[in-house]
């Protein structure tokens, strides 16, 4: 026999809704204004100084030479300046050399706070985040979001990219190596950056229900295939985020709660499934995967992948035709886009991988 669980009782929604976002992204490092200013002016001052020497009657190759010389100081001109536009020379050079003074000191600025060395950080960043496909995006990097970027981070080869607006949390995905992007999650334009179309899965983990709201209806707008997992602080926003499009809705107050209570109450029962989930000391993993199109373990039964792809191995679990079946009988029939959880050693789980081609 099966047992068959509704996923909508697990759920108590269904994806939904949609969201837009306007435009806002904040980058990480940033040209400093006052050197674009300077420059801009430099090149203000070589353009008016040439066409002044123009009108003076020198050519204008002569006029673009003897404008840089009076900026740069160098000190050549052409024989036949008139008293006019040896007076105009004087002052571009007075002007120039102030100008000149201004973009040098920005420049050493954005050098010694390391601004340039942060811009190419953050294009480095940005073609990574180009390349990223199937991958986790985490919104929000407060303790929620640090600590599902820690137990991502401890699967390996799972990628993923956070986003916040804090810098003070952006400071710690930066101090522990990770690929983040400092901007509003809410706008559609920092969720393309962080290639939210090619993305497998988001966390919305921020402190706010409203964000993580936001989050949901933008992520779920971008790509409707998205796997969305949504912190709600408030039990009210648990219909919301659902209503926005969340595949699913963790409240960490309620999952304390129950937590505490089964320590209490049951303590080697907690104990043992954080060892199960964990691995610790059993030797197996527990593994979800997802039956792909065109794969060798289409349309074939429970029994013959087990005993053949797991060797060995168990299923535990298969979300079929949306419904969760946590007894699976050796005949069930898996077809494309079937959700299976397997447990097994490292070797069979891997083997497992390897007949369907997941890296």
Request: overall charge negative.
């Given at each position: ?9 697990l ?28 420059v ?39 024989s ?5 536009a ?114 497998q ?79 610790q ?5 527990i593994?979800?995967r ?22 060995g ?38 083997h497992f991988?390897?007949s369907?081609?997941?890296?």
């Open positions: 026999m099966w047992s068959l669980m509704p996923l909508d009782d759920k108590r929604g269904a994806p939904g809704g949609s969201g837009a976002g306007s435009p806002n992204l904040t980058q990480i490092h940033r040209v400093p204004r006052g050197l674009i200013i300077g801009a002016a430099l090149i203000v001052l070589i353009g008016t100084g040439s066409i002044g020497f123009i009108i003076a009657g020198l050519s204008p190759v002569d006029a673009v030479l003897a404008a840089v010389s009076a900026i740069t100081t160098v000190g050549y001109f052409p036949q300046l008139s008293t006019g040896k007076l105009f020379a004087t002052a571009l050079i007075l002007v120039g050399v102030g100008a000149s003074f201004y973009v040098l000191g920005s420049l050493t600025e954005f050098l010694v706070e390391g601004g340039l060395r942060g811009t190419w950080r953050q294009r480095r960043m940005e073609r990574d985040m180009e390349q990223l496909v199937d991958h986790y995006i985490i919104s929000g990097f407060g303790r929620v979001g640090q600590r599902a970027a820690t137990q991502l981070g401890e699967k390996g080869s799972v990628p993923f990219v956070v986003v916040d607006t804090n810098p003070a949390t952006i400071a710690v995905a930066h101090h522990r190596g990770l690929l983040y992007l400092e901007g509003d999650a809410t706008k559609n334009v920092v969720l393309e950056a962080v290639g939210v179309r090619r993305a899965g988001l966390l919305a983990c921020a402190d706010s229900d409203v964000n993580n709201v936001y989050v949901t209806l933008s992520a779920r707008t971008l790509n409707p295939d998205l796997y969305i997992v949504a912190r709600a602080g408030d039990p009210d926003a648990e219909q919301k985020l659902y209503a926005a499009g969340a595949s699913r809705v963790v409240s960490p107050y309620t999952m304390a709660g129950n937590r505490m209570a089964h320590l209490a109450i049951q303590p080697l029962a907690a104990d043992y499934i954080d060892v199960v989930i964990r691995g000391n059993l030797g197996v993993q593994e979800e997802v039956i792909p199109p065109r794969s060798t373990l289409e349309n074939r039964t429970v029994g013959d992948i087990r005993r053949r792809e797991l060797a191995g168990h299923v535990l679990a298969v979300e079929h035709d949306q419904q969760l079946i946590t007894f699976v009988d050796d005949t069930l029939v898996l077809v494309p886009g079937d959700r299976v959880l397997v447990a097994g050693t490292a070797e069979q789980v891997a991988d390897e369907f081609g997941k890296p």
